[in-house]
């Protein structure tokens, strides 16, 4: 049976496309996930899979070959229908799939669960999916599992688009900032002299009502001569204005970070259970204002947890606190384990956002945008690693109060 499209199917193929995304060569961070979702659900396929207008394409898979099939007889293309999972405990016994040739091949598709990769706009793009070729289901950590599992996806997606915008912003302001002389000087000099010219002409037509012939043509020649300065000067001023203002600017606003925080700790929590990995929660204490994306930084420090979990060892523990350093900070340790076992965290944030942050591909490359939007923030990334005490991350924010309000804009535009 063929699945109906979405009520939003030109938006939301719109908000695909713009990730660029499709047809992109494979990533770690995204093989990561699904290995990770496989080895959760206890399923041999896993698949990171995107709907496009008439097909569906893989940007991740283990298990399978099949890179794309179809849309006409791909199983997500029905469960981005859904704000939920989609569970497909026999296929031969749904009347959506039973003769979909997925299901009737050899060794075919029996079990499916999607859950869709929703975008903070609302688009379901595809589903972190997994499958088996009998008949099953996933019990509720599994299910919590694959769900936190597909916000990593649809986070990692949008970070990316935001932290290529902010390359694309700050490469705008600094050309803008190589014109500046030129134009100070163009406005402390010919300008301001036609200016001054202008209002003087003004002022005695407004006082005595009479048109002075000779001083008129004066004006004339001279608004004449720089109109392209004018021209110039307005066209900067209004380029300014709008290089940080496009749809993926971050939307820089007081929040908690605290509260932040705590949100992306029960984020990742349910992946963290899976692999029984104990995640202490310190950041229960007073609020601590920040000028914040909110969302984006939610996702940010969603990543960095996810990256902890994903490189302790089974049974390992991650803790996580607010405090106030030198200025609103969430400190992220993960811990030696009593046997002498070590997380492999800190050569992951070292080399992927540490040591050369700008150079985005990489096994690491979801580390490197993650650093790009903290700087975006103005915040001061410390890492450090010492035997018996494990990984700790320190990231420092400026405080709320510090910040001038007319400052706020600015930081929006960096």
Not at 7 to 27: G, H, T, V
Not at 340 to 363: S, V
Not at 385 to 398: E, N, Q
Request: with cysteine; aromatic share 4%; proline share 6%.
């Amino acid at each position: 049976m063929k699945a109906p499209l979405p009520d939003n199917e030109i938006e939301r193929l719109a908000a695909l496309y713009s990730l660029d995304i499709l047809d992109s060569p494979q990533e770690k961070d995204f093989d990561d996930i699904v290995a990770l979702a496989a080895s959760v659900c206890e399923a041999p396929m896993a698949m990171v899979s995107l709907v496009d207008a008439d097909r569906q394409w893989a940007k991740a898979r283990t298990g399978t070959e099949l890179m794309e099939t179809s849309r006409d007889v791909s199983f997500c293309a029905h469960a981005i229908l859904e704000r939920d999972l989609l569970l497909v405990p026999d296929a031969q016994a749904d009347l959506r799939f039973a003769d979909n040739p997925l299901v009737t091949a050899e060794n075919g598709v029996r079990f499916y669960a999607g859950a869709p990769l929703i975008t903070t706009d609302g688009f379901a793009l595809g589903t972190l999916c997994v499958a088996d070729t009998v008949p099953r289901q996933l019990d509720v950590e599994q299910q919590q599992a694959l769900r936190a599992l597909a916000r990593q996806v649809t986070a990692q997606l949008e970070l990316r688009r935001y932290a290529v915008a902010l390359a694309n912003t700050t490469a705008r302001l600094q050309a803008l900032e190589r014109r500046k002389d030129d134009l100070a000087g163009l406005v402390s000099g010919e300008l301001r002299a036609s200016l001054r010219l202008m209002s003087a002409y003004l002022d005695r037509l407004g006082d005595t009502g009479y048109h002075d012939a000779e001083m008129a043509e004066l004006v004339g020649r001279a608004t004449a001569a720089h109109v392209r300065g004018f021209r110039e000067l307005i066209d900067h001023l209004t380029t300014m204005a709008d290089a940080g203002l496009g749809v993926e600017s971050l939307h820089m606003r007081q929040c908690d970070l605290t509260r932040v925080t705590q949100r992306a700790v029960e984020a990742v929590r349910p992946i963290a259970a899976s692999k029984h990995i104990w995640i202490l929660n310190q950041a229960g204490g007073p609020a601590l204002p920040i000028i914040a994306d909110p969302v984006r930084l939610e996702q940010v420090l969603t990543h960095l947890l996810f990256a902890a979990v994903k490189y302790t060892p089974e049974g390992g523990r991650v803790r996580v606190g607010t405090e106030m350093e030198s200025g609103p900070t969430v400190r992220l340790d993960d811990m030696d384990l009593p046997d002498g076992m070590r997380p492999d965290l800190f050569p992951h944030l070292y080399y992927g956002a540490i040591a050369n942050p700008g150079d985005m591909p990489g096994p690491d490359r979801g580390l490197a945008v993650a650093k790009r939007i903290l700087d975006a923030h103005h915040a001061t990334v410390a890492l450090s690693d010492r035997p018996g005490d494990g990984t700790s991350l320190h990231v420092v924010f400026p405080y709320a109060e510090s910040i001038p309000s007319e400052l706020i804009k600015d930081l929006a535009a960096a």
